[in-house]
Every structure is written in C-alpha cells, then in structure tokens.
C-alpha cells in the first residue's frame, strides 16, 4: 500500500479534530434542550466517522489521482466520488431507518466538515504567518 | 381511494428524491476537472504538490457538499417523509 500523503494527514486531523469539538457541542444542545439520550451519542458516533472517513478516502483519491494522466486523474476521482455517495449512503439510511440513532444526530454531523472548512483559512493564515516568521 | 393515495404519495416520494440525485453528478464532474488542473500544475511546478494537494483536498469537499445536501434530501424523502405524510393523510381523513 502507498504511503499516505502528509497533506492528506495534517487536513484529516484538522477535519477530525473539528468534529469532535462540533461534535460535542451538538451533544451539548441536545442536553440543554432536554433532549438527550444514548441514541443521540449513536447517531452521532455514526455519523461523525462516516463524515471523516469520507474525507480521509477523498484524501486517497486525491492523492491517488494527482500522480495520473488528466483523463485517468478525472475518472478516479468521478468514480470515487459515486463509490462515497453510495457508502454515505448506506450508512446514513441506516442511521435513518435504525431506531438505536437519533435521526438529527446522524444527519447533522454529516456537514460538520464543510464547517470546518470555512473555518480553515483562520488557521491556514496563523500556518503561513509562522512559516514567515521562520 | 386510500390506495390510490398513498401510492401516489409514494411515487411522488420517489420521484422526488430521484430528482435531488441529480445534484449529485455535478460534484464528480467538479472534482475530476479540478485534479486534472491540479495534475497540470504539479507537472509546472512539481515543487508545489503539497500546497496544491492540501488546497484541491479543501476544494472538493466543498464541491462535494452540493451532493450530501441532495443525499440527505433524498433519503429524508425516502424514508421519512413517506411516512409522515400518510399519517397527515390519515389523521386529515380520520
């Protein structure tokens, strides 16, 4: 197996990391409004991985398909992306039909990601400042 | 006549969620022509893959939140709605 590229690594944990700190504050909601239970921390452990590990296979893919030919780089990442959608999907359904999770709780997280990214260039512009600085 | 109704709701169901699947042929698209600009500017300026590679990661998460809205859309009228909707059909008929 290819080593894992240290871009894709540094990304995956700043991912990571924001879903857990969302992660908990969405826990946090749900207790303040009462409205806790363990379907709730099911749903959510569920949904929280499902939203990394996407991201992390994404990070495969890319990297994968930035050593190829544009053609072949273009059909990996199209079939990746519809290989994703049906494992996100699955396990969302799942969450949905499975009355152990919480249906908030495993739909929410799923866009905890994209969150964080808007939130990255906070941080990307703290990185390049110390880069500078050095 | 409730047959019919509930089937229609159904099928509209279906349809519905169908047709939020569309959105989500676009993020392939998106992604695949990005890497193949990414893989362009790398064969440039090979010295750069780092930068690109963590820029292009950022770039199509983002292009692939269009298709996890039309996912979510689309199970949610699945699996929930159908539901919903014939217990407000039945509750409305009583």
Partial sequence: MAKVDTAVIKETKYIGGFVIVLSVLMEVVFLFLKRWDYTVLLGNLLSGTVAVGNFYLMGLAVQKALGKEQSEAKKIMHTSQQLRTFGMFVAIAAGVLVPCFNIIAVIVPVFFPRIAISFRPLFKDKDSKDVIDK | ?94
């Fill in chain 2, 1 to 94: 006549m409730l047959e019919i109704a509930v089937g229609i709701i159904l099928g509209c169901c279906a349809l519905g969620a169908g047709a939020a699947m569309i959105a989500g042929i676009g993020p392939g698209i998106g992604e695949g022509n990005a890497v193949a600009k990414a893989c362009e500017a790398i064969g440039r300026q090979p010295e750069s893959k780092g930068d690109v590679t963590s820029t292009m990661l950022m770039g199509c998460a983002i292009a692939e939140t269009t298709g996890l809205y039309a996912l979510v859309i689309a199970i949610l009228l699945l699996f929930v709605a159908p539901g919903r909707f014939i217990d407000i059909l039945i509750s409305t008929i009583g």
